[in-house]
């Protein structure tokens, strides 16, 4: 009965070995990046392109984004026969947005675009983040609505902070929540990710992103990875 014990007590210790190596915050980061193709595949994105229709306030509006890795981003949307446009680079920006009676365009404040370098990093901030300057802690496992996820809390050099969770089946990411100051006020922001999908050439993108308290869900139905981008859609337009 003794030994019967301790080899009950081994196995147990050997068991709960394993579950704590599988929650390491390497391994769980690794299998993320394996997950989005590998480290190779993140490394050769230049630029992503996507499509789709955003629904706000129900409103379906049609939407561009383009992004130039590390660059900046363009966004275009219609809505009540206009065209509007917000771009942010990580030198600066502006937007001309006839929505709200704009005739021409006009700098972008600089605390709206101050975090656009998250935005622009098509790898992801998970992605060495060691080089990027960044921490990261994985606080453990959490069950939201079912579905297991593992908590990774990330600090930028800048000390802003995001919490990332990935589920634990897929390691893709399923939720990010970001404090941001809106005009003076501290808001949380969710984004929750969904419908994983693969391009014909290999990258993975979530097709369904919904942002909350903002009530804005976006869904993308055309994306094309490394196609040709010119700078130029960056530049703010001169006045007329």
């Given at each position: 009965m003794k030994q019967l014990r301790m080899l009950a007590l081994s196995l147990a210790l050997v068991g709960a070995a394993v579950s704590v190596k599988a929650q390491t915050l390497d391994e769980v980061v690794s299998k993320h990046i394996s997950a989005l193709g590998g480290a190779d595949k993140l490394k050769s994105l230049k630029?992503?392109?996507m499509e789709g229709k955003m629904h706000l306030q129900?409103?379906?509006?049609p939407f561009k984004s383009i992004i130039i890795q590390n660059k900046g981003m363009r966004v275009e949307f219609e809505v009540m026969g206009t065209k509007n446009i917000q771009v942010a680079t990580t030198t600066g920006g502006w937007n001309f947005l006839p929505v709200q009676q704009q005739t021409e365009p006009?700098?972008?404040?600089?605390?709206?675009?101050?975090?656009?370098?998250?935005e622009v990093d098509l790898a992801g901030e998970?992605?060495?983040y060691k080089t990027k300057g960044s921490t990261a802690e994985l606080i453990g496992k959490e069950t939201i609505e079912g579905q297991e996820l593992y908590k990774i809390k990330l600090t930028r050099k800048d000390a802003s902070v995001s919490s990332y969770y990935l589920d634990a089946k897929t390691y893709y990411i399923a939720k990010r929540v970001?404090?941001?100051t809106i005009?003076?006020?501290?808001?949380e922001i969710t984004e929750n990710l969904t419908d994983y999908k693969k391009t014909s050439d290999g990258f993975v993108y979530a097709s369904q992103v919904e942002q909350q308290p903002m009530g804005i869900k976006?869904?993308?139905e055309k994306v094309q990875y490394n196609g040709p981008v010119d700078e130029k859609v960056f530049e703010k337009p001169a006045k007329k």
């Amino acid at each position: 009965m003794k030994q019967l014990r301790m080899l009950a007590l081994s196995l147990a210790l050997v068991g709960a070995a394993v579950s704590v190596k599988a929650q390491t915050l390497d391994e769980v980061v690794s299998k993320h990046i394996s997950a989005l193709g590998g480290a190779d595949k993140l490394k050769s994105l230049k630029s992503q392109v996507m499509e789709g229709k955003m629904h706000l306030q129900g409103m379906e509006l049609p939407f561009k984004s383009i992004i130039i890795q590390n660059k900046g981003m363009r966004v275009e949307f219609e809505v009540m026969g206009t065209k509007n446009i917000q771009v942010a680079t990580t030198t600066g920006g502006w937007n001309f947005l006839p929505v709200q009676q704009q005739t021409e365009p006009v700098d972008a404040n600089p605390d709206d675009i101050k975090d656009i370098s998250q935005e622009v990093d098509l790898a992801g901030e998970l992605f060495d983040y060691k080089t990027k300057g960044s921490t990261a802690e994985l606080i453990g496992k959490e069950t939201i609505e079912g579905q297991e996820l593992y908590k990774i809390k990330l600090t930028r050099k800048d000390a802003s902070v995001s919490s990332y969770y990935l589920d634990a089946k897929t390691y893709y990411i399923a939720k990010r929540v970001s404090p941001k100051t809106i005009q003076g006020q501290e808001v949380e922001i969710t984004e929750n990710l969904t419908d994983y999908k693969k391009t014909s050439d290999g990258f993975v993108y979530a097709s369904q992103v919904e942002q909350q308290p903002m009530g804005i869900k976006m869904s993308f139905e055309k994306v094309q990875y490394n196609g040709p981008v010119d700078e130029k859609v960056f530049e703010k337009p001169a006045k007329k």
